[in-house]
């Protein structure tokens, strides 16, 4: 079970004003999976996935999928959802990175990679790979920052200065396939 705290200044009062709080980034845990499936009705850019796969995640990939919460326990700002490959224990898989709008500045997103990355590199997992879609154009920005490469094989196109994999997810379902090494 992992914890980490860290401060952030956040507008919890509604009003304006910034309150400084303890924000905490832990494990999920099997009765976050439906305050998990809301909080991904909120994030546009995800696909909607159901309920079962949310529960599937805290149930049996735990130890790889992180949420945080406010230090009230409240309300939820993030989560992660992973797990490394059980055929190839170097690879790992982030299925879905989701921030609560409103808090994308914040770092809970880099807070929660961070926590993914250090489970993996204590269990010897070298390379996380990822999907987006090639829209979503702040969250393949945000990934190049933090050092993403994009995957290419030959089914690989460019488009719009990226490379994408054609029908990766199906016909017409093109994708971006980040990687990087940790």
Do not use: W
Request: glycine share 8%; charged share 25%; proline share 3%.
């Amino acid at each position: 079970f992992n914890l980490v705290i860290f401060k952030l200044n956040v507008n919890f009062a509604g009003d304006g004003r910034e309150i400084m709080r303890n924000i905490k980034v832990r494990n999920v845990q099997g009765d976050d999976f439906l305050k998990i499936a809301e909080l991904a009705e909120k994030c546009s850019s995800i696909t909607k996935e159901k309920n079962s796969i949310y529960h599937m995640f805290t149930k049996f990939f735990r130890n790889t999928s992180f949420i945080v919460k406010d230090s009230a326990e409240k309300g939820v700002l993030g989560f992660l959802l992973g797990f490394i490959s059980p055929a190839d224990p170097n690879n790992a898989y982030i299925h879905m990175l989701c921030v609560k709008p409103g808090f994308g500045k914040e770092n809970i997103a880099t807070h929660l990679l961070q926590s993914f990355f250090e489970v993996l590199r204590d269990k010897g997992c070298r390379k996380v790979y990822l999907l987006t879609k090639p829209r979503n154009k702040v969250a393949v920005s945000f990934y190049k920052t933090l050092g993403f490469k994009e995957y290419e094989n030959d089914k690989t196109i460019a488009i719009d200065g990226l490379n994408i994999i054609r029908n990766y997810n199906g016909p017409g379902e093109h994708r971006v396939v980040f990687f990087k090494i940790i």
